[in-house]
């Protein structure tokens, strides 16, 4: 019985980062993830002058509820949006002038409604080359507060940024949202504030955000959700069995919600106390499934969705063209390489399974999802390999270690 032990959850990691270096005292990260987009995050941190240690198995960071230690700053957000959305809003409740800019694949990314946002409050941000976009710079000189409208129908990420930054106004924020996509991840803000001390309120569509800053913790990082669907996946594909402690009942993670479409395809799933389980059956149902709030696994689905019995329809979803590659079409593209009928729409993509699908190189686009998808298609297809495989380092750059690991014991 395969257990399987996954590396510390991005989301998470970069959250608590920001929170500490908000709080009022030193916080320690127990098992934070140690990835490219974390360790940016981190470096990003020490740039703007916090101080933030590392052991193996934490870190520990000086908060600073004034903002950066220092008067400028230029910071490189490498590929993470976290990293990228986060950072310039956490500068923004300081006093200095901070740059940030990011690599090719996040300088595509939009930013334009957080932007906006933070100038209706007051930030005075400007953007270098392309509205909306990266490089930018912030011209610090903190934040009142007070009430903003926010469009987070792109990105909930927007959300996330001006929640935390909410305790660090002189007033407090009230944010209020037109539309949100990933829902689950704006709870894991709210719950993890709550864990920094501070209470987020919700009246309809309105977010309240009391000022008075955050009380610095010890804060244990949970397995990463969506790195975990590759591993449950791998089960329900091959009729094995997967079990990830770490994760159970309790998890702030909306990702782990994946094994409840693996559940539905017909495998086995058990959510314990603190622990998932994930037996594959030789059942693999089509399906149509809304992915609205768990979108990081659209492409785990599509990947493995040549093996169902019937079409797999995944709807809801227009938010992954804008992520590390625009996921619906590489995921398409990828699949008909195979030989498998696949059409896709604004926000949906439909999957027809047929003959056996054929091996062929997968275009990665850079985007770590698509190669740690696409290696659970090669559990079952021989000769799938990667234009780029080491762009899983962005969030597990063990992957293909593990993985490996993983398929002698299945
Ligand atoms: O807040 C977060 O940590 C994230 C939110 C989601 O993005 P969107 O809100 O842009 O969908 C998710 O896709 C991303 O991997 C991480
Ligand atoms: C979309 C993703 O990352 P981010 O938006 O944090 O760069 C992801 O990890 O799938």
């Known amino acids: 019985m395969p257990v399987v032990d996954i590396p510390g959850s991005k989301s998470i990691t970069a959250r608590a980062l920001f929170l500490a270096a908000a709080a009022d005292g030193v916080t320690t990260l127990v098992r934070p993830l140690r990835s490219d987009d974390t360790e940016g995050f981190a470096e990003g941190l020490t740039r703007l002058g916090y101080r933030v240690g590392r052991t193996p198995d934490s870190w520990q960071v000086d908060g600073r509820p004034q903002g950066p230690a220092v008067a400028e700053a230029d910071v490189y957000c490498r590929d993470g949006a976290t990293t990228a959305r ?128 955050y009380r610095a913790t010890t804060y244990p990082i949970e397995p990463d959700a969506s790195t975990s669907s590759y591993f449950f996946a791998a089960a329900a594909l091959t009729g094995g069995e997967v079990t990830v402690p770490g994760l159970g009942e309790g998890a702030l993670q909306g990702d782990l919600g994946f094994v409840d479409v693996l559940r539905r395809m017909g495998a086995d799933v058990e959510i314990g106390g603190d622990r998932t389980t994930v037996r594959g059956t030789g059942t693999l149902r089509g399906l149509t499934v809304n992915m609205r709030d768990i979108s990081d696994t659209m492409p785990t689905l599509a990947a493995i969705a040549p093996f169902a019995d019937g079409p797999v329809r995944i709807e809801d979803v227009a938010n992954t063209r804008v992520k590390e590659c625009d996921r619906l079409e590489a995921c398409a593209e990828n699949l008909r390489a195979m030989g498998v009928r696949v059409e896709t729409g604004p926000d949906w993509i439909e999957i027809h399974p047929g003959a056996a699908p054929e091996g062929t190189e997968i275009k990665t686009y850079g985007d770590h999802r698509i190669v740690m998808s696409f290696a659970v298609t090669g559990l079952r297809v021989p000769g799938i390999s990667f234009d780029d495989p080491g762009c899983v380092r962005k969030t597990f750059p063990g992957f293909h270690e593990e993985f490996a690991a993983l398929r002698a014991r299945l």
């Open 86 to 213: 986060f950072l310039p809003t956490l500068a923004a409740a300081g006093h200095g002038t901070y740059r940030f800019d990011a690599s090719e694949q996040m300088r595509r990314r939009p930013l334009l409604p957080l932007t906006r946002a933070l100038r209706d409050l007051g930030v005075d941000l400007r953007h270098e080359d392309r509205e909306g976009h990266h490089p930018l710079t912030v011209h610090a000189s903190g934040v009142a507060g007070g009430e903003v409208t926010l469009d987070a129908g792109q990105s909930s990420q927007y959300l996330t940024a001006l929640l935390m930054l909410g305790p660090l106004t002189e007033k407090g924020l009230r944010v209020h949202v037109t539309d949100l996509v990933s829902v689950p991840y704006v709870e894991i803000t709210t719950a993890m504030m709550r864990a920094f001390g501070v209470e987020v309120t919700r009246e309809g569509n309105d977010f309240v955000v009391p000022p008075g800053g």
